[in-house]
């Protein structure tokens, strides 16, 4: 996809964080590298921030700018958040194209919505909001209704912002999020046995992978009931996480950074959330050659499909019933995936998503 022959002179990106990590702050440093290669300067804007996420030969076009915090991130992090948001548009760029993903209160080029607060609030049937919510929900609602165009990243977080009425529909556009093919991608399947050997998995084992920084919301508890309720002996459950668990079938791998290499380590990768806008740990799983079970709740099911992609519903019975259609495959040698492409169906790549995000910018 060749990119808009007017480029902008540069862009301001906020976002809390900028720096390692899963969900929209990988999405985030994608983006970011992504307008990089196209030549475009990035200056960062964040409460944290680590150069080291881009490639040497992009950080000469990405200035990053820490925001001093005013209050203890440990001791609220939501309130945190808000103050960082309050402020963080006086450090942006005169001149320059604003893109924000934090819910900044001020008019900006573009939105970029991984989930509404609303919507995650409602989901964990919380009617009554608290104080910090009502502060979140109100800059929330500001930033959609301020900003020229809104990019929700799945249709699922399209029709959220368009519930809160705020927001001309015309000017909201799902455009599914992009995935960093020269990281994700069947190469990382090389390292595959040493890895199952550092984790003491035998090749006859069944490894789900679970990556989580919530496991209530990721569906920890349906996984292990399912797992228990399938009854197989060869299965194990590898969480990527700080939070460790204690159960039988589970391997503690701590937080990782090679992602890439998990996924490829495992046979299926799993996901239960009861929320999840999107979930582009679906997307990275299959470019490394394995399949993802995704709950119906994952926005990214509206934009995968088998073999790569298999959803269930949030039952056990639903969840054990793809399970075991896994298993079949993985005994059969048939699971992992050899055209990971064909069950992504959208333009993944960076290139193309920064591309279609200058095109929504005008220049």
């Not at 030549?39 to 200035?63: C, K, N, Q, Y």
């Not at 009861?274 to 979930?279: I, Q």
């Amino acid at each position: 996809m060749n990119a808009p022959q007017n480029l902008p002179a540069g862009i301001n990106f906020i976002f809390h964080t900028i720096a390692r990590g899963g969900g929209m702050e990988r999405a985030v440093t994608d983006m970011i590298a992504g307008f990089a290669r196209k030549g475009v300067p990035v200056r960062g804007i964040a409460m944290r921030t680590d150069a080291s996420v881009f490639p040497s030969e992009l950080r000469d076009r990405v200035e990053l700018i820490r925001v001093p915090a005013r209050f203890p991130y440990l001791f609220s992090q939501r309130f945190a958040n808000w103050d960082f948001e309050e402020r963080a548009a006086g450090f942006c760029r005169a001149g320059w194209k604003t893109i924000s993903v934090s819910r900044v209160p001020v008019p900006v080029d573009m939105a970029i919505s991984g989930g509404t607060h609303f919507a995650h609030l409602m989901k964990k049937g919380q009617k009554k909001p608290s104080f910090t919510d009502k502060l979140v929900l109100a800059h929330e609602a500001a930033l959609y209704a301020r900003a020229k165009v809104c990019v929700a990243h799945s249709r699922m977080t399209r029709e959220e912002i368009l519930a809160l009425k705020v927001a001309a529909p015309e000017k909201v556009v799902c455009l599914f999020p992009p995935a960093d093919t020269e990281r994700f991608n069947l190469a990382a399947r090389e390292n595959r046995e040493r890895l199952r050997a550092e984790w003491g998995v035998p090749a006859d084992k069944f490894v789900l992978l679970f990556p989580s920084n919530d496991h209530e919301r990721k569906g920890l508890k349906l996984i292990l009931d399912a797992l228990d309720a399938a009854d197989f002996p060869e299965a194990v459950l590898a969480v990527a996480s700080r939070r460790a668990v204690n159960h039988p079938k589970t391997l503690n791998i701590g937080y990782r950074t090679d992602m890439e290499k998990c996924y490829a380590a495992a046979d299926a990768t799993v996901l239960a959330s009861r929320y999840e806008p999107f979930g582009l740990v679906g997307v990275e799983s299959i470019l490394c050659g394995t399949p993802a079970l995704l709950s119906e709740a994952c926005g990214a099911t509206q934009a995968l499909a088998e073999p790569g992609c298999l959803k269930f519903s949030l039952s056990v019975e639903s969840l054990v019933g793809q399970l075991r259609r896994a298993r079949e495959r993985f005994l059969a040698g048939t699971l992992p995936l050899a055209a990971p492409e064909a069950s992504i169906r959208y333009a993944y790549s960076l290139d193309a998503h920064t591309g279609e995000l200058l095109k929504l910018l005008g220049g």
